[in-house]
């Protein structure tokens, strides 16, 4: 239940974080809310490789390291995107750094959840 609460508290820091560097008066620019489909597309390459896999035993694995390949490109987009905004002067440096804050914590998080709820032996996926 602590671990829960903890993981939603980091998701809503986080996300206030996203929400500052948007909607701030000095920043007033919406471009930074283009990371949330990050967010959403990061855990997916690793659940599907957890049910494609049965083998946990096997000290290398192609479509695991495929998996955490991509995720790692999709984690470096989201970080890299607000960036580029930054640069092409689409957003102010200031919510460029509030969005790259929010990163850190929402993808703290996401790793969190999987670090707290992906390693138990009972835990389905099908409940999700």
């Known amino acids: 239940l602590v671990a829960l609460i ?3 508290f980091g998701g809503a820091v986080g ?3 996203l929400m500052l560097g948007c909607a701030l008066p000095q920043y007033n620019q919406y471009w930074p809310l283009f990371v949330l489909f990050f967010y959403i597309l990061s855990p997916i390459p690793y659940c599907i490789a957890r049910r494609l896999v049965d083998d946990t035993d ?3 694995n ?3 390291e495929l998996a955490i390949f991509l995720t790692t490109g999709i984690v470096v987009s989201a970080f890299g995107l607000p960036i580029v905004f930054a640069r092409a002067e689409l957003i102010y440096w200031g ?3 509030l969005v790259l804050t ?3 914590v929402i993808f703290a998080t996401i790793l ?3 670090l707290v709820f992906g390693s138990n ?3 389905s996926w099908q409940q999700w």
């Open 58 to 60: 096997a000290a290398s």
């Open 112 to 114: 969190g959840f999987f």
């Open 62 to 64: 192609a479509c695991k």
């Open 15 to 17: 996300l206030m974080f």
């Open 95 to 97: 919510a460029c750094a």
């Open 6 to 8: 903890s993981l939603s």
């Open 121 to 123: 032996d009972d835990f």
């Open 102 to 104: 929010g990163n850190t």
